[in-house]
């Protein structure tokens, strides 16, 4: 792990929170008294870009030296990160290239291009996205920014800890449980760093899409494992095809464990964070919240966090759920 620890985090920190949003941390009365416990959204949806992607990829463009900066950057996403680093990369001045799946939602696939992004899709099914980014950057001496493999990524990404370790400690609440959606890892990894050094004996658990719980598979096997099914999913902000070699032994050493939810499942918790949140989420960023709303563990009596990660959804797919 080259000692990565909650410094890195607080350093990440130094660096962005006049740049990033201090997201709402929210309970739902309703919500607490249906489960028995009591609840904390840390909502990330509402965050610049519409995801905590924001907070890594600022930390990652503010540590580049100028010389990299003029060069430009070259960013590989499902949507996400690709927003941005597009963005960052903007407020910046910094040209930036994205390569992205050609099924990516349209909404993540546009406002990508709105920040001035030359985006260059790909075919997931034939292509690799990594490879042409390495293609990339090595013809035109660009620096990529990596979606979580990264640990300035890890470590702003982390930030979002430090906003709940504070509001937690503001409430004087001792937090038992912290769910978080999970695709490449970086942000429980950091999260979870941050929350484990300020609350030890709280317990952190993955979230993933069924079919895609390689983060889960691998903490079961101990070692990284790819995910082995020719799937889809509509959490398609998650489907990092393994554990990232960064963040894999972090969570090794933080995480209890990991929890898998169906597509069927996400499908019915979006509107019901919409009518009992009043907020707009995407499939994977709504991946923790239906852990807890499906009993994916137990939760009776305890205090829960719950990591609801982004919020970019095509609204032609809201209307449909």
């Known amino acids: 792990m080259e000692n990565f620890n909650y410094t890195q985090i607080e350093e990440a920190y130094n660096n962005i929170k006049n740049t990033v949003i201090k997201t709402p941390f929210v309970s739902s009365d309703y919500i607490n008294k249906l489960l028995g416990s009591k609840v904390f959204f840390k909502l990330e949806n509402l965050q610049i870009t519409g995801s905590f992607k924001f907070r890594g990829a600022s930390n990652k463009i503010a540590k580049l030296s100028n010389v990299q900066k003029n060069q430009g950057v070259v960013a590989y996403s499902s949507g996400n990160h690709a927003q941005a680093v597009a963005y960052a990369s903007f407020r910046n001045n910094i040209n930036s290239k994205i390569i992205m799946p050609n099924n990516a939602p349209k909404i993540k696939i546009n406002n990508t291009k709105k920040?001035?992004?030359?985006?260059?899709?790909?075919?997931?099914?034939?292509?690799?996205?990594?490879?042409?980014?390495?293609?990339?950057?090595?013809?035109?001496?660009?620096?990529?920014?990596?979606?979580?493999?990264?640990?300035?990524?890890?470590?702003?990404?982390?930030?979002?800890?430090?906003?709940?370790?504070?509001?937690?400690?503001?409430?004087?609440?001792?937090?038992?449980?912290?769910?978080?959606?999970?695709?490449?890892?970086?942000?429980?990894?950091?999260?979870?760093?941050?929350?484990?050094?300020?609350?030890?004996?709280?317990?952190?658990?993955?979230?993933?899409?069924?079919?895609?719980?390689?983060?889960?598979?691998?903490?079961?096997?101990?070692?990284?494992?790819?995910?082995?099914?020719?799937?889809?999913?509509?959490?398609?902000?998650?489907?990092a095809p393994q554990p990232g070699k960064l963040t894999f032994p972090i969570n090794t050493n933080n995480l209890t464990g990991g929890l898998a939810v169906s597509d069927n499942e996400v499908k019915s918790i979006i509107p019901f964070l919409a009518e009992h949140l009043k907020t707009i989420v995407e499939p994977g960023g709504a991946v923790a919240a239906t852990a807890l709303l499906t009993n994916k563990v137990d939760i009776k009596n305890k205090n829960i966090v719950v990591m609801i990660s982004g919020g970019n959804i095509d609204l032609d797919f809201f209307t449909i759920l």
Request: aromatic share 8%; with cysteine.
């Open 115 to 239: 920040y001035k992004a030359h985006v260059i899709l790909y075919d997931p099914l034939t292509e690799n996205r990594e490879t042409i980014g390495e293609e990339i950057a090595r013809n035109e001496n660009r620096t990529i920014i990596r979606p979580y493999d990264d640990f300035d990524i890890i470590a702003g990404q982390g930030t979002a800890g430090i906003e709940i370790a504070e509001e937690l400690s503001s409430l004087s609440i001792n937090p038992d449980i912290y769910l978080c959606c999970c695709g490449g890892g970086g942000l429980i990894a950091g999260t979870s760093t941050y929350l484990k050094y300020k609350f030890p004996k709280i317990k952190c658990y993955s979230v993933e899409p069924e079919k895609f719980d390689d983060t889960k598979i691998s903490l079961e096997s101990g070692t990284i494992k790819k995910n082995i099914y020719k799937h889809n999913s509509i959490c398609d902000a998650l489907l």
